[in-house]
């Protein structure tokens, strides 16, 4: 793809596998999170940040029909 064209990441002798060894790159399906937990506008913050925290989530999407409009971190909610 553009592999030619992407600078060389430093840490890839750290992440190991295929990429460490110069092998074919890792699809972003191979890494993904599947599990995702997403909040709507009018989801109550106090009730999402208790979500993140019991399930140790940095960041969820926002989604509204069907489309992700948004992301909330958990610096986000920290500065508000």
């Known amino acids: ?5 992407i600078r060389h990441d430093p840490r890839s002798p750290l992440l ?3 990429l460490a060894a110069g ?7 191979d890494v993904m ?13 106090a009730d999402l ?7 140790g989530i940095r960041s969820v999407p926002v989604v ?3 489309r992700v409009v948004g ?3 958990r610096r986000d909610v920290v500065d508000t």
């Open 49 to 55: 940040v208790g979500e993140m925290a019991a399930r």
């Open 33 to 45: 999170t599947t599990d995702v937990v997403t909040a709507r506008t009018w989801t109550d913050v």
């Open 16 to 18: 190991g596998g295929e």
């Open 71 to 73: 992301i909330v971190s």
């Open 23 to 29: 092998g074919p790159p890792v699809r972003v399906a």
């Open 64 to 66: 509204e029909a069907g």
């Open 1 to 5: 793809l553009l592999r030619d064209r």
